[in-house]
């Protein structure tokens, strides 16, 4: 299968993609915590809105504390921690009302903490770092559909049987060289391509997991709000993975 033939097949979700891309670049250009801080928090109430359909969460009440904690990673300087003081909360309403259900705490484990590390990455180490990480997730992505679509034949995992392991193979290679080039502006050469390398294999493994989730949720996306895509953690489900890791090395190199 050609590349032009591919891209001709899915017209929609390139030009979603397209789209989206333009959107973070000029979120990216202006580098504002503000303008990072409030385009991080939609794309986080949409995946929390999701997160709860996927694992069939009904409880109204649990947006506020979404919003809640989104606010207070304004004015907090450790963002990660926040989630710690929000299971605590719950935990307690829980005790108080004798109620347990133990599912409610999964949007908070799933999506909250990725999107906490988000803002982590950009507020620790800059710009730069979370244009790092988008090359190393995008790549990762678009290499294993163009690679898979083109020469894949092995199935790489049950949960997502349209995935190859030759795609799998192909994306993350093209991921961790791109992703070192980026990389070597900000750690040496041999730390940036180690990096790029295990984050881009997390960002399949992110992935994974969301397709996981849609099945033993019996659906086939976890919305309609992107046109091609799907919904919202079908976009930045790899990016949930991926850079809770890519903090983790950064802070350790």
Do not use: C
Not at 60 to 88: G, R
Not at 134 to 151: E, N, R
Not at 229 to 234: Q, R, V
């Amino acid at each position: 299968m050609q590349v032009p033939k591919i891209i001709k097949e899915n017209p929609q979700r390139w030009l979603t993609a397209a789209v989206m891309l333009a959107v973070v670049a000029v979120v990216g250009i202006f580098n504002s915590f503000f303008l990072i801080w409030a385009f991080l928090g939609v794309l986080y109430l949409f995946s929390f809105h999701e997160a709860m359909r996927l694992f069939q969460v009904e409880n109204s009440s649990l947006y506020a504390y979404a919003v809640a904690i989104w606010i207070a990673t304004y004015f907090y300087p450790n963002p990660q921690e926040l989630f710690f003081v929000v299971a605590i909360i719950v935990a307690s309403v829980i005790a108080y009302k004798k109620e347990l259900d133990k599912k409610i705490f999964m949007p908070f484990l799933y999506p909250t903490v990725s999107f906490l590390f988000l803002l982590v990455l950009y507020d620790d180490f800059g710009i730069f770092a979370l244009a790092w990480l988008i090359v190393v997730v995008a790549l990762t992505d678009v290499g294993a559909y163009f690679v898979g679509k083109t020469i894949g034949k092995t199935s790489f995992s049950p949960s997502s049987p349209n995935k190859t392991l030759e795609g799998v193979i192909g994306g993350v290679v093209i991921a961790t060289v791109a992703g070192a080039l980026v990389g070597v502006f900000i750690k040496t050469m041999l730390a940036a391509v180690i990096i790029s390398f295990v984050v881009a294999l997390f960002s399949i493994f992110g992935d994974l997991f969301e397709s996981y989730l849609k099945r033993e949720a019996g659906v086939k996306d976890s919305g309609k709000i992107l046109p091609g895509h799907g919904g919202m953690l079908d976009r930045v489900d790899g990016y949930l993975f991926a850079v809770v890791i890519m903090v983790v090395l950064l802070r350790g190199a």
